[in-house]
């Protein structure tokens, strides 16, 4: 692959580990990595950056790319989680193989425009014949560094649980095909694009053993552990009267801690499970705009970050944030911990390590998340020229005055979205498919 060559690079927001901000320099892309960062640099493919800032690809978390075909759900719009997911799960139950592909082309895109370079995804039901497979395939056409997880129910209503019985699977098929699609799938090479983890839905939509028994399969597999936690108040209401002790108590009985886990929301978690989380390295994925809809609350993210937690930024489903700008999330982070704790509790340089280097810690992925010589070739370009930046006397604390979108981005050094468009798909042609999915979903097909 030739050199790309960034030229005059106007602020470079290289969150490595010293928070160096380097100002008109150059950067060279070689074979998926940062190969030199300096002056008068020649010898590859130029792109002008010339008034941008630069940052690393920014990390999403926690998604479920399937919700896209469901956002701003009459009767949902409104609800609380519980209440929403039973809105939720008939429609969801309708869906196949092609939604599941199709609503991955579109959410990566949308990803990837906020400037977004290496997300997760939690897919946890499989009607119809959809495998996560279909997921990990449009991936691989779009270009982002994507970590699925095998996620899963298994507790239906009739057992007492809160999916329709029709969206369950049985344990034991399930936990077949997490080792199914581990080794079909998993790379756990430096700079892979698919490393595979696995994601029981909840405590709530699982048995205890469920649970234990993917801790154990992770270990024995070397992959990432990753569910919903602690998400509001009736979550653990629920846990505690069902399990008999709060969240991160249930999860550190069965295997649920340590850096090779990660949690999304954990909006409720208290002193002691902060401190268990700090201890045992455990991740959270931060979702301000879904915390927000569905009023969950506002995450101790503040304290979570005092004391050592890592905490990256996640854009949940479609469905409860109906958007999915990585962006968006990093403003909404800020912006809730000033609303809690004042307006010097959070600046827009820890929002945007958080939204980095934070949220490739939390995913497992030191070789990204930084602009350094050696790391992988994962860049965001954000034109600070325009409208939403112009007036700016900082232009380089970005979520405070935009832009929402980036001007180009890369992947792996592959240049994924150029001069705001997606260079690898045919964007207008997926939203038209995509728009299809959804009537057909609304009319009940
Ligand atoms: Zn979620």
Redesign the pocket.
Known sequence: MTDVILKNAQTVLTMNDQREVLRDVDLRLRNGVIAEIGTGLTGGRLVDATRTVVTPGLVNT?H?LYQNLTRAVLGGQDALLFGWLRTLYPIWARMGPEHMRVSTQLGLAELALSGCTLTSD?LYLFPNGARLDDTIHAAAEVGLRFQPTRGAMSIGESAGGLPPDALVEREAAILDDMIRVVDAFHDPSEGSMCRVGLAPCSPFSVSRELMRDAALLARDKGVMLHT?LAENDEDVSYSLATFGCRPGQYAEELGWTGSDVWH?HCVKLDGQEIDLFAKTRTGVAHCPCSNCRLGSGIAPVRAMRDAGVKVGLGV??SASNDMANLWDEARQAMLLQRVARGADAMSAYEALEMATRGGADVLGRPECGRIEVGKRADLAIWDVSGLASSGSWDPAALVLAGPRQVRDLFVEGRHVVAQGAMTTLDLPQVIQHHTKLTEALANGD
């Open positions: 926690h479920h939690h919903h999304a949940d489903g």
